[in-house]
């Protein structure tokens, strides 16, 4: 059983399209970060969010972290091919103690963009 | 500057050998992470240093051991190479030790044949 679910797992679009991927689990976060890896590279860090409903944007992406910070979502407006690549969802449990930088991930998104 | 640099970035051997994978990070961080991707391009975590000192340490097999001689270095040898250690391994590090916001090496894909 996953701790984070991230939908759906491939999504194949249209250049000017707008998508949207999930991230769900039933446990609460302390912080949750969304990274991008492209082929042959490691994961790239985006965005981290650490307050329930907090709304983040860079350019075209919008992250929003739920208000009871057990979900995420990632919403690209108008994608362009050089949004293609893995899309990662993780997050640091927030288990009472002390989780360090733990990061549970979630399955990924596959995202192909086509001009 | 590569913020975090790990080598080799492919390494292929045979079952049974004991092969080594290094690591450096030169962003001051205190905290660095092993991470394992499998084949499925699922991350998990293997172990986390903190200033030179292990705080995570996963279910891995004993057979991989970490050391960090310094906390801008952590390397990680394997011995006893199986067919099933064959995946990507990432080098991560974050400025504070409960930190999700972590940088990642470019990884080192390991082949067991």
């Known amino acids: 059983t996953q701790l984070l679910e991230q939908s759906p797992q491939f999504l194949s679009i249209q250049e000017g399209e707008n998508l949207t991927v999930y991230c769900n689990s039933s446990?609460?976060?302390?912080?949750l970060q969304w990274y991008r890896q492209e082929p042959g590279e490691g994961p790239v860090l985006l965005v981290t969010?650490?307050?329930?409903?907090e709304v983040k944007k860079l350019k075209r992406l919008t992250f929003q972290f739920g208000d009871a910070r057990k979900d995420s979502s990632l919403h690209i407006t108008a994608a362009q091919p050089g949004d293609t690549g893995l899309y990662l969802c993780?997050?640091?449990?927030?288990?009472?103690?002390?989780?360090?930088?733990?990061?549970?991930f979630g399955q990924g998104t596959i995202l192909t963009v086509h001009p | 500057d590569t913020a975090v640099s790990q080598t080799p970035k492919y390494l292929v051997t045979q079952m049974g050998n004991d092969k080594s994978i290094k690591c450096e990070q030169n962003l001051g961080h205190d905290t660095m992470y092993w991470y394992k991707q499998d084949s499925k391009k699922f991350l998990k975590i293997m172990f986390s240093y903190n200033n030179k000192e292990l705080i995570i340490n996963e279910t891995v097999p004993n057979r991989f051991s970490p050391k960090s001689p310094d906390k801008a270095h952590l390397n990680l040898h394997i011995n006893s190479l199986e067919l099933g250690d064959s995946a990507v391994y990432f080098c991560?590090?974050?400025?504070?030790?409960?930190?999700?916001?972590?940088?990642f090496g470019a990884g080192t894909r390991l082949s067991v044949l």
């Open positions: 969010v650490v307050t329930g409903g």
């Open positions: 991560a590090s974050s400025q504070a030790v409960t930190s999700g916001s972590q940088y």
């Open positions: 446990s609460v976060f302390s912080s």
């Open positions: 993780a997050g640091v449990l927030n288990a009472g103690g002390t989780s360090y930088g733990k990061l549970t």
